[in-house]
């Protein structure tokens, strides 16, 4: 994942879509548009989920722009949602960052005045389950959807 400039490129399948793209916000509010669009193409009923989902990509590319890559926009973001028998929907989302201590953050009540820090439990009330990888700069989503 090393391009160069302001890239965004988009692969979609019957049951998937990927997006490789600078680590800009402009780049996550139309990965966000062109996401939202794809799962309503392909899941009936979906609308109800659009909310949770949305919230849940957008903090997800948020963190990966911001904190893992430091928003330069020569690192890359890699976001993959995958529709498992229109009953599920799997993300992965990659940085080219350091990565994190997950298990530490995972564990520690944030204060409630901070403007950041809540992302792990707004993660954790929308999906049915998240992981990260050893590093802690690969985020992996599930979410059972009831059409």
């Not at 399948?13 to 062109?34: G, P, Y």
């Not at 799997?90 to 940085?95: V, Y």
């Not at 950041?116 to 954790?124: A, D, E, L, V």
Request: charged content about 25%.
């Amino acid at each position: 994942m090393s391009l160069k400039g302001n890239v965004f490129n988009v692969l979609s399948t019957t049951d998937s879509i990927e997006f490789i793209f600078s680590s800009t916000m402009k780049n996550i509010d139309d990965v966000c548009e062109q996401t939202t669009h794809y799962i309503q193409s392909k899941i009936q009923g979906i609308d109800l989920y659009l909310f949770p989902i949305n919230l849940v990509i957008r903090e997800g590319l948020t963190n990966a722009v911001r904190h893992g890559n430091k928003s330069d926009p020569y690192k890359m973001v890699r976001f993959l949602l995958t529709i498992f028998d229109n009953k599920a929907i799997k993300l992965m989302i990659e940085d080219q960052g350091a990565g994190f201590d997950w298990r530490k953050l995972k564990n520690s009540d944030q204060p409630e005045n901070e403007d950041h820090g809540r992302g792990i439990m707004i993660i954790g009330a929308y999906f049915s389950h998240y992981s990260y990888n050893d590093k802690g700069n690969i985020l992996y989503l599930e979410k059972d959807i009831c059409s």
